[in-house]
Nanobody
């Protein structure tokens, strides 16, 4: 079993940057990829991006391309989401996910594990 714990959420102003972290623990060896999804009230869950754990290949959702960057620290078993040029449209709960097998990274249902989420609010 794998446990994912997100941190770093909070209230920021439009244009600000914020970095989220996701720490993995448990049986993490063999992790294929980790990623982020987000969901705002009354909106559909949205793929933010993902990274393959061994090769570090990233994939991003269209709404965040060019603004968000995903990195990982293998030794710390931690993934990061650097979010730049934030706007109110980025307000959502952000969820960390991981998969132990090759999957379609943008498909939420194919991930094995989910974190509890961390709230990001962008408001002036």
């Amino acid at each position: 079993h794998v446990r994912l714990v997100e941190s770093g959420g909070g209230l920021v102003q439009p244009g600000d940057s914020l970095t989220l972290s996701c720490a993995a623990s448990g049986l993490t060896s063999g992790t294929y990829a980790m990623g982020w999804f987000r969901q705002a009230p009354e909106k559909r869950r949205e793929f933010v991006g993902a990274i393959t754990w061994s090769g570090g290949v990233t994939n991003y959702g269209d709404s965040v391309k060019g603004r968000f960057i995903i990195t990982r620290d293998n030794a710390k078993k931690t993934m990061y989401l650097q979010m730049n040029s934030l706007s109110p449209e980025d307000t959502a709960g952000y969820y960390c996910v991981s998969s132990m097998k090759p999957i379609r990274l943008w498909e939420a249902l194919e991930y094995d594990y989910w974190g509890q989420g961390t709230q990001v609010t962008v408001s002036s």
